[in-house]
């Protein structure tokens, strides 16, 4: 199976960047489909963004369009999230998970592998 762990994570001030990192072991993150997602304090779980193991375009939810890229470094065999002009509403834990169908969704059923999270905290 394919073990996940999340990084990148901390705090930062409105309007500023982090870039989180999703690390795979045991098989090459390549040959999966990649979500982010993220689960804010009394909140059920999100979509984030998503990105295609046959190399579509990545997919974003709405509330993260034009400031959340999704991308893969597959000489360090993870997927990272670039997320930029932070918003408090981000906040929140944010999960990595993976599944074998080629299609990219939000739908956090989806996915069976997932990683343990990794604290955002956007503050002023």
């Known amino acids: 199976q394919v073990q996940l762990v999340e990084s990148g994570g901390g705090l930062v001030q409105p309007g500023g960047s982090l870039r989180l990192s999703c690390a795979a072991s045991g098989f090459t993150l390549d040959s999966y489909t990649v979500a982010w997602f993220r689960q804010a304090p009394g909140k059920e779980r999100e979509g984030v963004s998503c990105?295609?193991?046959?190399?579509?375009?990545?997919s974003y939810v709405d509330s993260v369009k034009g400031r959340f890229t999704i991308s893969r470094d597959n000489a360090k065999n993870t997927v990272d999230l670039q997320m930029n002009n932070l918003k408090p509403e981000d906040t929140a834990v944010y999960y990595c998970?993976?599944?074998?169908?080629?299609?990219?969704?939000?739908?956090?059923?989806?996915?069976?592998?997932w990683g343990q999270g990794t604290q955002v905290t956007v503050s002023s």
């Open positions: 990105i295609s193991k046959r190399g579509g375009s990545p």
């Open positions: 998970a993976v599944k074998l169908r080629a299609s990219c969704s939000h739908e956090r059923y989806d996915y069976g592998n």
